[in-house]
């Protein structure tokens, strides 16, 4: 089985819209992370956002919000008010067990953005 | 700061030559990450290093691969003899892990990649 899924190949918005960017995980382990990078046609990996299975509160960065739901084991990245430079790859991580510190990544997500 | 900066940014060489890429992690972090990335597989990792030492190289292709890392601040990987299917994209990213505390992010900062091309 896959240890993250992201299951939007791709997705548009318009611009100043509010976007939800799907990852789902699987774990046995209670301590685990999530993270989410973005991946410009640039091509660096940048770090975006974090969130740690003992967190009670969603994590909130800026524009980016995690919408954690553990029962579900889903992590979705929430963009709100979009913009140009929103659009890229999005890739869902998820680092498992204590100090453990290597990443499994998702496939990806492609959001485009339109003015 | 500076960031994780890999050389070089871009690659071509013919199959059967030697390739070898460069890291500099970010000063201070003691792990070190190697992944590649290809349409077909996604973000693979090849090598991980905690404190110049490999801990994890069970994603190594092949023995054609290889990595070092002689000190906290250089790390290479390298290809020999080089073949058309290793054409990718090998990320270098860096992290400052501390103990075994699970609640710690450890988040890794990636360097701006080297694109590799085999011919």
């Known amino acids: 089985a896959q240890k993250i899924t992201q299951t939007q190949p791709g997705m548009f918005v318009q611009e100043k819209e509010a976007v939800t960017l799907d990852c789902t995980y699987d774990?046995?382990?209670?301590?685990?992370?999530l993270f989410w990078y973005k991946q410009p046609s640039s091509g660096e990996m940048i770090f975006l956002i974090y969130?740690?299975?003992?967190?009670?509160q969603n994590a909130t960065e800026g524009r980016y919000s995690l919408n954690f739901q553990k029962a579900r084991k889903s992590a979705n990245l929430v963009i709100s008010a979009s913009q140009l430079g929103d659009s890229a790859m999005y890739f869902c991580?998820?680092?498992?067990?204590?100090?453990?510190?290597?990443?499994?990544f998702g496939k990806g997500t492609m959001l485009l953005v339109s003015p | 700061d500076a960031g994780v900066i890999q050389s070089p940014r871009h690659e071509v060489t013919e199959m059967g030559q030697e390739v070898t890429l460069r890291c500099k992690p970010i000063?201070?972090?003691?792990?070190l990450f190697w992944y590649r990335q290809t349409m077909m597989r996604g973000l693979e990792l090849l090598i991980y290093?905690?404190?110049?030492?490999?801990?994890?190289d069970s994603g190594m292709p092949e023995d054609r691969f290889s990595a070092k890392m002689p000190n906290a601040s250089f790390s290479t990987l390298k290809i020999q003899p080089s073949e058309p299917r290793d054409s990718a994209v090998y990320f270098c990213?860096?992290?400052?892990?501390?103990?075994?505390?699970?609640?710690?992010?450890?988040?890794?900062?990636f360097g701006a990649g080297t694109r590799l091309s085999v011919l």
């Open positions: 290093f905690n404190n110049n030492v490999p801990i994890d």
């Open positions: 991580a998820m680092r498992e067990g204590e100090g453990y510190s290597t990443l499994t």
């Open positions: 000063s201070g972090h003691n792990s």
């Open positions: 969130q740690g299975s003992y967190d009670e």
């Open positions: 774990t046995s382990d209670q301590s685990y992370g």
């Open positions: 990213a860096s992290s400052l892990v501390l103990g075994s505390d699970s609640l710690r992010k450890n988040i890794q900062y």
